[in-house]
Structures are given as C-alpha cells and as structure tokens.
C-alpha cells in the first residue's frame, strides 16, 4: 500500500522556521522524483520545491527560493522541507508527492502519489 505521511506542520510565528517530513512507504523511493506542494484557502495548489533521484538536484519557485530547502535521504525512505524565514502568506496545507516519470516536476499531472498533507499557520 502506498503511502506519504507528511508531519512536521503548526502554528509559528512571522520569521520563524519549521521542518516538514514526508515518510513513504509502499513504493521504492529512489525510482522517484519528489516535489512539495501546498494549498492555501481559496487558492490553487502551488509547486513549492522538487528534488531528483539521489538528492543531487533540487529546484524551487520564485515565491520559497532562498528559505525553503528540500532534501531527502532514501535509505530511510524521508524527504524533508526546511522551511525558514516563515510569512503569514506561507499558511496552507503542504503536501508531498512522488512522480515516476520524466515530467515536469513543477506540474500536479507528472506525480503519481501524494500525502494527505501538514497544515503549516504562520502568524504574523
């Protein structure tokens, strides 16, 4: 059974910073790509981070780059999401999701699982 269980997530303050992990199960993790995603009240699913096979590569958008930071280690089957310098704009439920294929990681559709999410609130 295949499954990403997201933790990490609560209540911060403005400039603080929190960790989310994502642990996987049911799927060999290193035949896969892993992004980050979050969804905030009212808004479309945004692609937050994105991280190769090994961990070499990692990628990010506009709005986190420079305080999120994604890592994974596959030996125990955990991506993580470092996420600093929080605003009261980065509230939103955060997932993670695994994408076998060759797509671009930045698209929901190129992602085959994803977790139930981590509720992050950032205060200002």
């Known amino acids: 059974q295949v499954q990403l269980v997201e933790s990490g997530g609560g209540l911060v303050r403005a400039g603080g910073s929190l960790r989310l992990s994502c642990a996987v199960s049911g799927f060999n993790i290193n035949n896969y790509r892993m992004g980050w995603f979050r969804q905030a009240p009212g808004k479309e699913r945004e692609w937050l981070a994105g991280?190769?096979?090994?961990?070499?590569?990692?990628y990010y958008g506009d709005s986190v780059k420079g305080r999120f930071t994604i890592s994974r280690d596959n030996a125990k089957n955990l991506v993580a999401l470092q996420l600093n310098s929080l605003k009261p704009e980065d509230t939103a439920v955060y997932y993670c999701?695994?994408?076998?294929?060759?797509?671009?990681?930045?698209?929901?559709?190129?992602?085959?699982?994803w977790g139930q999410g981590t509720q992050v609130t950032v205060s200002s």
């Open positions: 991280v190769d096979w090994s961990g070499t590569y990692t």
């Open positions: 999701a695994a994408c076998s294929g060759y797509g671009d990681i930045r698209t929901m559709s190129a992602y085959d699982f």
